[in-house]
């Protein structure tokens, strides 16, 4: 999964973080004042560093923090789009960035060293928070933006089989051996948590025959044209509103939580209480919906990141032109 990182790259990240992108950055000069958060400008006075990783949804993530600061009256650093998970997290754990939205079950997980994920998203969120603070890091409430794996389908075939939940494609399997074929990356393939997990979890046994291994972007194509039944999906992915594919629930609550929230560091938080409130209804307004809306915005129009949040921030009320 894209969240994750291998223990050589985390190790060469820690021991170097300069070549990670961690000491660069450029002013953000966007011209917004305060709109439905911000008023007041709480935030005048503070020089504060954003960060995030490389992917789409990170990049319009930093870029949505960002923004909000400078309509709060902060000068803002932009250092988003480091490479890996792990460099992410040690700039604003080191000082070299101040906030970042993060994921809830890249938090537990991989930073934290948990194999099972806790089913529960606000106990997951509040397990994270406990164990973070300890770590100089404060979570604040997160959205219900969850970017985990999901198994989706076309139209034609959603018509033709009706499945809208996992265990229905569980029975589907059972009864018709032939109708599940699936798309997936090598790596959902032979994880815990991804394919044979999910095997074990929901009483699958889909033969060998019946999978088919390719790359990520590969995958939304062929299950958009049905090559296979049923493609391994990213939940907020802007393929699957552009695609029009139909996502199946998971019903069991196999697949872990990874719900953005912002992860701010806990000594910039204490001299700047107020980028909790500045930040908070933005979160809350962010969704799995929203976020396919917006990544589809850069990865099928061609957009550029920054601007994506930018018109989302106006279009929402949050900022105003300056």
Not at 10 to 16: F, N
Not at 40 to 69: C, R
């Amino acid at each position: 999964m894209r969240r994750r990182t291998c223990l050589a790259l985390a190790a060469v990240l820690l021991a170097a973080p300069a070549g990670c992108g961690l000491t660069s950055g450029s002013p953000m000069v966007d011209d917004v004042e305060p709109g439905s958060i911000g008023k007041g400008k709480p935030l005048e006075g503070a020089d504060l560093t954003v960060t995030s990783k490389e992917f789409t949804e990170q990049l319009v993530l930093g870029a949505i923090m960002g923004i909000a600061f400078e309509a709060a009256g902060a000068e803002v650093l932009d250092r988003t789009g480091i490479q890996g998970s792990v460099g992410t997290r040690a700039a604003v754990e080191n000082g070299d960035a101040d906030a970042t939205y993060e994921y809830t079950g890249t938090a537990w997980i991989t930073y934290l060293g948990h194999s099972k994920p806790i089913p529960d998203p606000e106990q997951q969120w509040k397990a994270v928070k406990e164990a973070d603070a300890k770590k100089g890091l404060t979570w604040l409430p997160p959205a219900r933006l969850n970017n985990t794996y999901a198994l989706a389908m076309n139209q034609a075939n959603y018509k033709k089989y009706r499945t809208k939940t996992l265990s229905e494609v569980t029975a589907l399997s059972k009864s018709d051996p032939g109708a599940v074929t699936l798309c997936v990356e090598g790596e959902f393939a032979n994880r815990a948590d991804g394919l044979p997990g999910l095997e074990k979890a929901y009483g699958m046994d889909i033969p060998a025959r019946n999978i088919t291994q390719m790359d990520t972007g590969i995958i939304y194509t062929q299950t958009a044209k049905g090559a296979c039944t049923y493609g391994e999906v990213y939940t907020t992915d802007g393929r699957i509103k552009s695609m029009n594919l139909v996502v199946m629930e998971d019903d069991k609550k196999f697949f872990p939580n990874y719900n953005a929230a912002p992860m701010v560091r806990t000594a910039t938080l204490k001299k700047w209480p107020a980028i909790a409130s500045v930040l908070d209804p933005v979160t809350r307004a962010l969704t799995n919906d929203v976020a396919q809306t917006l990544n589809a915005k850069v990865d099928v129009d061609g957009e550029d990141p920054h601007q994506v949040a930018l018109d989302w921030m106006k279009e929402r009320g949050f900022v105003k032109e300056g």
